[in-house]
């Protein structure tokens, strides 16, 4: 089994931790409750699901602009994903993740979605755009 | 990247804390995209409801508001995306007196780095509609998908922390939209009807944002015999960029750079997906209740035009809205100062109806008003604002102008159900 995925160099430090894992796509101001820290969208396969503290391994960025600031609000409140994983990130969650130095990477070799499990324990190293299994 | 020796200066600090916070923020996202350089910009908009900006962000913009002339200064015209409070209804909406609170600081700092507190998403309609070619930084999925596609300007999504940097610097990150390359159609969809009203042509645009695999993807739509209003293409893009994420679509013969399909798709035409009218139609009963129980109509997202306020003013002429259901609408500061001189404003109100101005319903604290109103089902006719509400907990449905005010006075969902 492979224990290493490659994506583009991304933003942010190393941070280790569980990995919440689903196919779907992603928005903060769509997807979640930032208040509990669930998603709170019904169509959402992570609906009723804590984020917090979690490695949150999704398919797209997707909705609106709103996430380029909630990223940095959900840090500073502490109710916040480690990091974020995606096959395809836009530029708005790039540009939070930026602006709240949130790790982050994207554009792997494979469909990342499918090549972590669900809860595993994952090293995260933006810079190489590393993701490794622990 | 590569960087002038002017934007060095500004990296290192030599021109001030809010140029240098600009220039990182983007050497970041330009090296995360692999952007070679940077490219000019002419004008922006940003986003920054108080809900997004939390305490920290309001802090964050504090921050640099404090800072000494010049460095503080945008440096080219920068208008703002709609507010979350509108200071006149906010009491009567359940909204509180600390989200009014965040609401004045936040805009008291946009004045003071010299924003003009436009408060409206149809800035490409109301404001200074940008040209063929002109790269501008836009920061509303809606604003953005307009600026590219009807109007042929040059931006990507540019949230708040990055339309907050091009305004202070002059620049944006040159990748994405900014580039011949990506302006390319990828997928093309073909159509044989004509969308009947502007929640069709919503619902039309939501049917081939859902296809979107990413934000790269540059949909192209084949058969659209008659060329839309402003406004249809309003709902068409809003509806396409929120389900889909994308800031680009080419309407065959109709937008500026979709002259044929030779032009647009570079020699390599994808095969076309045809869409019947039964698929949009699904689409829409996809989000039809089980029940008739009603609590409140919105008109929004995006932000009413003065067409729009006058159609739904001669709707609702005369008419009652039932004391069970709230109707609100929004638009800019702009247009409610025209609808007030033109009369729309007290035709509206006189039935029952809410105009609020400088906000949009999605950008204020939706949740919260929803709770404090006991608002859960919700028609609109805007597709946009039904993809973004579920997550707030509401029971959001999609219909025409028409059948939204018609419910409103029935107090209740009228219609075909099934």
């Not at chain 1, 942010?12 to 796509?25: F, K, P, Q």
Request: glycine share 10%; hydrophobic share 40%.
């Amino acid at each position: 089994m492979t224990k290493v995925f490659i994506g583009h160099p991304g933003i942010g430090d190393i941070v280790t931790g569980e990995a919440l894992v689903a196919s779907d796509n992603f928005s903060a101001r769509y997807d979640l409750d930032r208040i509990n820290g669930v998603f709170s969208r019904p169509q959402h396969k992570l609906c009723g699901q804590s984020y917090d503290g979690k490695i949150l391994v999704l398919n797209a960025a997707k909705g609106g602009v709103a996430t380029a600031w909630m990223l940095q609000e959900m840090v500073s409140r502490g109710i916040a994903p480690k990091a974020l994983i995606l096959n395809f990130a836009n530029p708005i969650m790039a540009q939070g993740a930026a602006f709240a130095n949130l790790p982050m990477i994207d554009r792997f070799e494979v469909d990342i979605t499918e090549s972590v499990p669900n809860g595993a324990e994952v090293h995260v190293d933006p810079a190489a755009g590393e993701i490794r299994l622990l | 990247m590569k960087l002038s020796d002017y934007e060095q200066e500004m990296l290192a600090g030599e021109h001030g804390y809010s140029k240098q916070y600009g220039m990182q923020q983007i050497q970041r996202v330009g090296t995360f995209f692999d952007a070679t350089d940077t490219v000019e910009i002419a004008q922006v908009h940003l986003m920054a409801d108080p809900e997004s900006l939390g305490e920290t962000g309001v802090e964050f913009l504090e921050c640099l508001a404090a800072r000494p002339q010049p460095e503080r200064s945008v440096v080219v015209p920068a208008v703002t995306d709609p507010r979350g409070v509108d200071l006149n209804a906010y009491k009567k909406l359940g909204q509180t007196d600390s989200m009014a609170d965040l609401e004045i600081r936040a805009t008291a700092a946009f004045r003071s780095l010299g924003f003009m507190m436009t408060d409206t998403c149809i800035n490409y309609q109301t404001i200074c509609p940008p040209v063929l070619g002109e790269h501008v930084a836009f920061g509303d999925t809606g604003s953005s998908i307009y600026a590219n596609s009807v109007q042929g300007a040059r931006t990507n999504f540019e949230g708040g922390p990055s339309a907050l940097a091009a305004a202070l610097t002059g620049r944006a990150p040159r990748y994405g939209f900014h580039l011949d390359q990506h302006r390319v159609g990828t997928c093309l969809f073909e159509i044989d009807f004509r969308p009947k009203d502007l929640s069709d042509w919503g619902a039309l645009g939501a049917y081939v944002g859902r296809e979107m695999a990413s934000y790269w993807e540059v949909p192209v739509i084949a058969g659209v015999e008659d060329v839309p209003t402003s406004d249809e293409m309003k709902q068409f893009g809003a509806a396409l960029a929120s389900f889909g994420s994308t800031p680009l679509f080419h309407m065959i013969g109709i937008t500026p750079e979709a002259p044929n399909l030779k032009t647009v798709f570079d020699s390599n035409q994808p095969k076309a997906v045809k869409i019947a009218k039964q698929d949009v139609d699904a689409l829409v009963k996809s989000y039809m209740p089980s029940d008739d129980k009603l609590d409140v109509v919105v008109f929004a997202g995006p932000q009413l035009s003065l067409m729009e306020m006058q159609t739904l003013a001669e709707h609702l002429r005369g008419r009652s809205i039932h004391s069970d259901v709230a109707l609100i609408a929004t638009t800019s500061p702009e247009i409610k100062y025209a609808c007030d001189r033109m009369g729309l404003t007290e035709a509206i109100e006189t039935a029952g109806g809410m105009v609020l101005s400088g906000v949009c319903f999605y950008q204020m604290y939706a949740r919260e008003i929803g709770e404090a109103n006991g608002w859960k089902r919700l028609m609109s006719n805007s597709a946009k604002l039904v993809n973004i509400l579920g997550g707030y907990g509401y029971e959001p449905m999609l219909a025409s102008m028409e059948t939204c005010v018609e419910c409103a006075v029935q107090g209740r969902i009228t219609g075909d159900l099934s």
